[in-house]
């Protein structure tokens, strides 16, 4: 398939290409109990107790991504750590994921993916738009989501991928929800995170930060003002695309003080052809003591990538980036790989 054909799918399933307008009110799917205890017991099987809780959560989320929720995996010594995914503004699991998740599974990881920050389409009831509700309750859901992981699993820790929002609501959980602690990193829940296009700083929407200004003005900035939420959600954006803009209250808190977290492994990947964040270099951190930063640009991989804040979830020099993130000895045992842009001219 010629690469214009692959952009013209992928931005047909870009991000925050939302095609229905959002309700205020979240989506809420009810989780039915697995297990069949007397009022006020809990059970003390505890393999089955977090296969209950982990298999109670995705009942709530949709169908899953090929390659991952497979509750029978089993961490590999090569692998030790499961893999959850976390996708961005208003494209869930199914959408994000259906290329990275397969290829990661096939890799021996095990790998799981949630859906968060689902809000009801307002014409169509049926249909559950994902991450564009509230970023700090997001981390909440993102929160229970990784412990439930860890406790079905077994494992200590886990490597989170995210993309777009998925990063910067990452780090959202390491810092307010519990994923990383400062004091003792050793009680870290978290080894590494891996973004690809994260709006860590925030960015402008090719546009949109000029009517954030305006509402700046008339002090409709905080996150939780029902005027600045409608306004939002006129754009497709939601709540979520608010908070994400420049300058917005929960950017400033997250990004006040360290950046980073001791214990932490982050690896921030952008394309200097993203379209969504702007300016794209602000998805790279700044390291603080204890944690280990690395900022990449895949142009610095391949100088003639074409990737942009989609299509780096298909590309294969994008994740090889993302695999020699998560595994530094995947970079010591393949080549680079380099998509060669379709000649002007060419369909």
Known sequence: MKF??????????????????LATTPAIASAQPTADLPPGEVSTDSPATSYNRLSELLSTMGPSTDGTNDLDCVPSPEHPRPVVLVHGTGSGMTQTW??????????????????????????????????????????????????AVLEHTGSDKVDLVGHSQGGMLSRQYL?????????????NKVENLVMLGATNHGTSFNGLQQLYGALAILGLTNGKDIVAQALFA???????????????????????GPETLPGITYTSIATRHDEIVTPPESSFLEPDPGAEVYNKWVQDLCPSSPADHSTMLMLPESLYLLKSALDPAYAGAHEVPCTVPDAPGTA
């Not at 990275?100 to 799981?112: K, T």
Request: glycine share 10%.
């Open 4 to 21: 214009a054909r692959r952009i013209a799918v992928a931005t047909a399933t870009a991000t925050l290409a939302v095609s229905a307008s």
């Open 98 to 147: 259906p290329i990275v998740a397969p290829q990661l599974a096939d890799l021996g990881y095990c790998v799981y993916a949630l859906n968060y920050g689902g809000a009801t389409a307002m014409f169509d009831p049926d249909t559950t738009i994902w991450g564009v509700t509230d970023i700090e309750q997001s981390a909440v859901e993102v929160r229970d989501f990784v412990d």
């Open 175 to 187: 810092k307010f929800e519990g994923g990383a602690d400062p004091v003792d990193p050793a009680r």
């Open 234 to 256: 006129g754009t497709n954006l939601g709540v979520a695309g608010q908070q994400q803009l420049i300058g917005s209250r929960v950017l400033a808190a997250l990004n006040n």
